[in-house]
């Protein structure tokens, strides 16, 4: 069965860190591309980040540039999201998403259950 389940997300302070983690099962991930994403309450799901398999290219939302870093262990079947000098608005739920293709698709099928981020004094 096909799965995707994010971890690593909680309460941290303003300018602080967490990495998020999405590990796969049911297939191998080194094959695939893997999408970021997240949606605050009210708001529209926003894409954060994405990472190829094709050639390991990363793409950044211009909000999160030189904050987050997309990375993946092929050998943990994981990929990661190191988030950094957080703000207040990265408050959100966060989704990893795959659509089986090997460069980063402009839609995807495949989507974990998220885990929730909250930046906050």
């Known amino acids: 069965q096909v799965q995707l389940v994010e971890s690593g997300g909680g309460l941290v302070q303003p300018g602080g860190s967490l990495r998020l983690s999405c590990a796969a099962s049911?297939?191998?991930?080194?094959?695939?591309?893997i999408g970021w994403f997240r949606q605050a309450p009210g708001k529209e799901r926003e894409g954060v980040s994405c990472?190829?398999?094709?050639?390991?290219?990363?793409y950044y939302a211009d909000s999160v540039k030189g904050r987050f870093t997309i990375s993946r262990d092929n050998a943990k079947n994981t990929v990661y999201l190191q988030m950094n000098s957080l703000k207040p608005e990265d408050t959100a739920v966060y989704y990893c998403?795959?659509?089986?293709?090997?460069?980063?698709?402009?839609?995807?099928?495949?989507w974990g259950q998220g885990t929730q981020v909250t930046v906050s004094s």
């Open positions: 049911g297939f191998t991930l080194d094959y695939y591309a």
């Open positions: 998403a795959t659509d089986f293709e090997s460069n980063c698709p402009n839609e995807y099928d495949y």
């Open positions: 990472i190829s398999s094709s050639d390991g290219s990363t």
